[in-house]
């Protein structure tokens, strides 16, 4: 891509992310468009669905919880590696308001442009699951795609204006919910 084209793109991209981030995944990419100074048609070429920019404005957030869990595969005890990256993966899935209804449908879609990011975002969360079960800290009947699941759950509460004070203790219960060691109020503050 030549420099001005990129520069042009992660232009786009950044207003995209202050639009999302203030009006949700819903916004109007017509109000993208006109708030870049491009023409809806010039939006539609870098992102032909409304999918295909999510997956660019969420593919590099994806891509750190990936990096994320290797680094905690090996720097922290199973059950706390578990429960920060649902932490950092909840509130990324947060960030963008509404994405979360996005996500869940593009994780069951092949043909989705949010597919590969998820499907990678929720592998990562997989392994550190697995880890955790195999050490005896995390419940056994539970995988990958419930913990994608819980994710967007977090996410969700969060959302939710009445419910957003009481964010933190909602997580603590889920994460106790997992892990097969700890209360609630052991897992809050991490």
């Given at each position: 891509?030549?420099?001005?084209?990129?520069?042009?793109?992660?232009?786009?991209?950044?207003?995209?992310?202050?639009?999302?981030?203030?009006?949700?995944?819903?916004?109007?990419?017509?109000?993208?468009?006109?708030?870049?100074?491009?023409?809806?048609?010039?939006?539609?070429?870098?992102?032909?669905?409304?999918?295909?920019?999510?997956?660019?404005?969420?593919?590099?957030?994806?891509?750190?919880?990936?990096?994320?869990?290797?680094?905690?595969?090996?720097?922290?005890?199973?059950?706390?590696?578990?429960?920060?990256?649902?932490?950092?993966?909840?509130?990324?899935?947060?960030?963008?308001?509404?994405v979360v209804a996005s996500m869940m449908a593009a994780i069951a879609d092949p043909n989705s442009a949010l597919h590969a990011s998820c499907?990678?975002?929720?592998?990562?969360?997989?392994?550190?699951?697995?880890?955790?079960?195999?050490?005896?800290?995390?419940?056994?009947?539970?995988?990958?795609?419930?913990?994608?699941?819980?994710?967007?759950?977090?996410?969700?509460?969060?959302?939710?204006?009445?419910?957003?004070?009481?964010?933190?203790?909602?997580?603590?219960?889920?994460?106790?919910?997992?892990?097969?060691?700890?209360?609630?109020?052991?897992?809050?503050?991490?």
């Amino acid at each position: 891509m030549r420099a001005d084209a990129r520069k042009n793109y992660d232009h786009l991209l950044a207003v995209a992310r202050a639009v999302i981030t203030e009006q949700g995944a819903d916004a109007s990419l017509r109000d993208v468009a006109r708030r870049t100074g491009v023409g809806l048609g010039t939006l539609y070429r870098h992102f032909p669905t409304r999918e295909a920019l999510l997956d660019a404005l969420l593919r590099a957030s994806f891509d750190e919880l990936t990096a994320k869990a290797g680094e905690l595969e090996t720097s922290s005890s199973p059950d706390d590696a578990l429960v920060s990256w649902l932490r950092e993966a909840a509130a990324v899935a947060h960030n963008y308001r509404g994405v979360v209804a996005s996500m869940m449908a593009a994780i069951a879609d092949p043909n989705s442009a949010l597919h590969a990011s998820c499907v990678t975002m929720r592998a990562a969360g997989t392994r550190l699951l697995a880890r955790a079960q195999a050490e005896g800290m995390a419940r056994t009947d539970i995988d990958g795609a419930d913990l994608f699941a819980l994710v967007g759950a977090l996410a969700w509460l969060s959302d939710q204006p009445s419910l957003a004070p009481r964010a933190n203790h909602l997580f603590g219960i889920i994460a106790s919910a997992i892990l097969t060691n700890r209360a609630s109020s052991d897992v809050r503050g991490n």
